[in-house]
């Protein structure tokens, strides 16, 4: 059984830091791409950071290009998505995602709020 267990969201202010953690179980980790998506509200999901599975590409979205790192873990089967620098414009519900040529899995989200 596929499961996510994302955590790290909240409330934070603008110029703050905040890092996620998605942790997986029920399939082979190190087989596929990790995401971080968001979604805001009344908005299309988006990509935010794309990370392949060992770990040696990585793409951003321009808009957290500088601000935001994704990495991966392997051996705890976990993907992150450090967040820096935020803005307002970064509020949304960030899910993870796990993607090969097969399959694609989803996370329940956690919701970010950037806010004073």
């Known amino acids: 059984q596929v499961q996510f267990v994302e955590s790290g969201g909240g409330l934070v202010q603008p110029g703050g830091s905040l890092r996620l953690s998605c942790a997986a179980s029920?399939?082979?980790?190190?087989?596929?791409?990790m995401t971080w998506y968001r979604q805001a509200s009344g908005k299309e999901r988006e990509l935010v950071a794309a990370?392949?599975?060992?770990?040696?590409?990585?793409n951003y979205a321009d808009s957290v290009k500088g601000r935001f790192t994704i990495s991966r873990d392997n051996a705890k089967n976990t993907v992150y998505l450090q967040m820096n620098s935020l803005k307002p414009e970064d509020t949304a519900v960030y899910y993870c995602?796990?993607?090969?040529?097969?399959?694609?899995?989803w996370g329940q989200g956690t919701r970010i709020t950037v806010s004073s």
């Open positions: 990370i392949t599975s060992a770990g040696d590409r990585i």
């Open positions: 995602n796990a993607r090969n040529w097969a399959s694609s899995y």
């Open positions: 029920g399939f082979t980790f190190s087989d596929y791409g």
